[in-house]
């Protein structure tokens, strides 16, 4: 990859980086900053939505990882390669997601094998 697009590459994972500590941090704040009402059907709709986000918040968190794997790999020198394989990421996958750490082979495998051991296609 050229110098431009590495450059390119880097500061749309930053912007995305701040982009996901933001929702990080009004995640935090919506689970910690509201008071509880006392009634039962209020309390059960506060449980619900706080699961909603507890999970949410541990997707954007992953995410989060997977941003600053790809900007510790570009540090390194080593975007772009398969963390599984070691050959070149497709280039079109790398558009698509830039944080992208595994080729679509490696992927397709870690999915199936996934699959396999929880028995659902998630």
């Known amino acids: 990859m050229n110098v431009i697009r590495l450059k390119s590459i880097r500061k ?17 704040d919506k689970r910690y ?6 009634e039962r059907a ?8 706080r699961d909603k986000l507890l999970a949410l918040t541990g997707k954007t968190r992953e995410h989060l990882l997977e941003v600053e794997h790809a900007l510790q790999k570009l540090e390194e020198g080593s975007y772009g390669i ?11 996958r790398l ?18 094998a996934n699959k396999n051991l929880t028995g659902r296609d998630g």
């Open 12 to 28: 749309q994972l930053e912007n995305e980086r701040a982009r996901l500590y933001q929702e990080l941090n009004t995640a935090e």
């Open 42 to 49: 209020d309390i059960a709709m506060q449980t619900l939505e």
């Open 82 to 92: 398969c963390d599984r394989c070691g050959k070149p990421i497709e280039s079109g």
């Open 33 to 38: 900053g509201d008071s509880f009402s006392r």
């Open 95 to 112: 558009e698509a997601l830039p944080y992208a750490s595994q080729c679509m082979v490696c992927k397709t495998t870690c999915n199936k």
